[in-house]
């Protein structure tokens, strides 16, 4: 490094604006540009557009959330203050309150993690098999059924609860659980088919060929080749499905009562006769957002980049 | 010890035929090639061998039992695959042992054995590494490893030397030979590079259109080719063929080249003939004359090109010939190096 850095800091800021204009505009001055060249206004004016624009994209996005993030640490006296916007006592008391008589924010929360893994355990397997048949065997109206699998997805939900209700109060499950994981199977189960059928299209076909004439039968090579293959993918499409089972709210309201509420459904209960309780809702909601944005950012960093590299060629 | 037959087995995919009442013993030991152009069914016939395609019609059977209905994992055969086919979620250790680990073989013996097919290939510095870790050449040599650790009734080899670069191939093909050699172990091998075939095979048979043209020794193949298709596939460059017309009264051209032969029947032939066995002549001992289209320096000798009509003849030379093209040179070749063949079916006239 024999530039100084206070030269060499605005050089690169340059070339990497000059980079993205067309082909044969950015020569010279990203080779060495002449002492206090500016670009030119009309570009300069295009980028603080394009900048301030990806900024207010962003905000809001990120705003929400981090006013929630706050809110959650507020007394309700600080809630509704201008004054205590940033500045105020931080206080634990509202995640106290949720967990207490009457909101029992706990059950909830257990609610939402049987009902998420019980889905997930049985969606994940079943969507597997279902996905494996569809990328590899060939059998009559593949693609039909496959379309009507995704298709099943299009049916807004407001048109089935009711005769999901009907049904569910018929076999007596209304208010449970198990009736939850069962409704949450019935939407998880297509979108998670459909994302593990893409990751086994990918592995290639040599190594299941390889596998079987190594000795393997079908379903060892289904096990021990292609799931490990196609894993990440598998894992994405299991974390999709907590999520979304996680974040599900219109069946839990529709088919729960007391015993199998959700965590959603906590949230809802802050808005009361004495108006909304926005302190109660914000350490809520970040209960409900805390372990997702959690999972989602361990599954990220752990499965980027295709276990497949290296298998042929 | 397995013979492998085949007996008229058909392959269709859809309404596309792609082998053709295909008969062919492959005896103990031996190292049959499948040689011919993309597309000829060679890769299909392994695959049904392997158990990987079943056939429309036909039988196949080792030692003279049938096997169409086994199915791969049960066949005992092993496989080199043109993409390797290495998994990609096990180290090169774990590949290797995986055949051993379907059939049980306890751990102690299975690392001893992997170690073993290992070092036969000069793999044991990598059985730590995961096949993206590897290069072509080594990811290679783990599907040959991965193949020989058990001893299977049939090797088959489907191109395995294709994606490897010139240099490393010469030595992989080396390396498959000596192995062979050492396992004895009837083994198919496939493959669109007649040099492979030549080097490698015991027998070889050529394929064209899902059809077996002709099946005999490398040396039989090359010197005793039995149409225009088998003529014109071996041999590097590939043999010259020429239509020539006879009218029977002792003229005999090539388009409008008078040549100085006697084809063995009036009409329309083909005339066949090697590169290297035509030689620069005088005029008077001449087949034929022609001008040079372009002129070659291969190294250990030199290339002559000349356009005959709208075929390209070449002609090998000795190393320290120099011509240029449009040179006026005159070629000979003994007539007993001569090949004919039907000007229809392409047949060899004998």
């Known amino acids: 490094m024999s530039r100084p850095q206070s030269v060499s800091n605005p050089i690169q800021g340059r070339a990497a604006t000059t980079l993205r204009r067309g082909p044969g505009e950015g020569m010279q001055p990203a080779r060495s540009p002449a002492p206090g060249y500016r670009p030119p206004l009309a570009e300069r004016v295009a980028l603080a557009l394009r900048q301030s624009l990806i900024l207010a994209g962003l905000a809001s996005i990120v705003l929400p959330i981090v006013w929630m993030a706050i809110t959650a640490f507020k007394l309700p006296r600080d809630v509704y203050s201008l004054d205590a916007a940033l500045v105020f006592t931080p206080t634990l008391d509202n995640f106290r309150t949720v967990f207490a008589h009457p909101w029992n924010l706990g059950n909830k929360i257990a609610n939402s993690i049987l009902v998420a893994a019980g889905t997930v355990v049985v969606a994940v397997p079943m969507a597997t098999l279902a996905a494996y048949a569809f990328s590899r065997f060939d059998f009559r109206f593949r693609q039909t059924i496959f379309l009507l699998v995704i298709a099943s997805q299009f049916i807004p939900a407001a048109v089935v609860v009711l005769p999901y209700f009907l049904m569910f109060r018929d076999l007596g499950l209304l208010d449970t659980r198990t009736a939850l994981v069962l409704i949450n199977l019935s939407i998880v189960l297509p979108y998670a088919v459909w994302m593990i059928k893409g990751f086994i299209d990918a592995v290639p076909i040599e190594i299941e060929e390889s596998a079987m004439i190594d000795g393997a039968g079908r379903f060892r090579v289904l096990a021990g080749i292609v799931v490990p293959a196609a894993l990440p993918g598998i894992i994405t499409a299991a974390v999709f499905s907590f999520t979304l089972t996680w974040n599900e709210f219109l069946f839990a309201l529709i088919l729960g009562k007391q015993d199998a509420l959700t965590l959603p459904l906590g949230i809802v209960g802050f808005r009361t006769e004495r108006g909304d309780l926005w302190e109660l809702m914000a350490a809520g909601g970040l209960i409900i957002t805390a372990p997702m944005f959690m999972l989602s950012l361990m599954v990220h960093r752990q499965f980027i980049g295709s276990l497949t590299a290296g298998s042929v060629r | ?350």
């Open chain 2, 1 to 350: 010890m397995t013979t492998v037959s085949l007996t008229s087995v058909d392959k269709y995919f859809g309404s596309v035929q792609v082998v053709r009442e295909l008969s062919l013993e492959i005896a103990d030991r031996e190292f049959l090639v499948l040689l011919g152009p993309s597309g000829c069914g060679k890769t299909t016939t392994m695959r049904m061998i392997a158990g990987l395609e079943a056939p429309s019609a036909g039988t196949i059977a080792f030692d003279g039992v049938r096997v169409n209905e086994v199915p791969p994992q049960r066949r005992d055969v092993s496989m080199v695959f043109q993409n390797y086919g290495l998994y990609p979620h096990m180290s090169v250790a774990e590949n290797i042992g995986y055949p051993l680990k379907l059939r049980g073989v306890p751990a102690a013996e299975r690392d001893q054995r992997i170690r073993q097919a290992a070092a036969r290939v000069q793999l044991e510095p990598f059985l730590a590494r995961m096949p993206r870790e590897l290069s072509g050449g080594q990811r290679q040599r783990v599907a040959l490893a991965r193949s020989i650790v058990r001893t299977p009734r049939v090797f088959l080899m489907d191109e395995p030397l294709s994606n490897l670069d010139a240099k490393l191939r010469v030595l992989a093909r080396a390396q498959i030979k000596h192995l062979t050699q050492e396992l004895q172990v009837t083994t198919v091998y496939v493959t669109h590079d007649q040099i492979e075939a030549m080097t490698l095979a015991t027998r070889v048979a050529v394929m064209n259109d899902g059809v077996i043209r002709q099946i005999g020794t490398p040396e039989d193949i090359y010197n005793d080719p039995a149409d225009t298709f088998v003529a014109g596939f071996i041999g590097s460059p590939a043999m010259n063929l020429l239509p020539v017309v006879a009218d029977g009264q002792g003229t005999c051209r090539a388009g409008d080249l008078p040549l100085r032969v006697s084809p063995p029947r009036a009409g329309t032939t083909v005339l066949g003939i090697r590169s290297e066995d035509l030689e620069l002549c005088s005029e008077s001992e001449a087949m034929f004359g022609c001008e040079v289209y372009t002129f070659e320096l291969l190294g250990d000798s030199t290339l002559l090109t000349a356009m005959i009509g709208d075929r390209l003849v070449a002609a090998r030379a000795g190393k320290s010939v120099r011509l240029q093209a449009g040179a006026r040179v005159w070629l000979r070749c003994s007539p007993d190096r001569l090949y004919w063949f039907d000007g229809e079916t392409g047949l060899r006239l004998r």
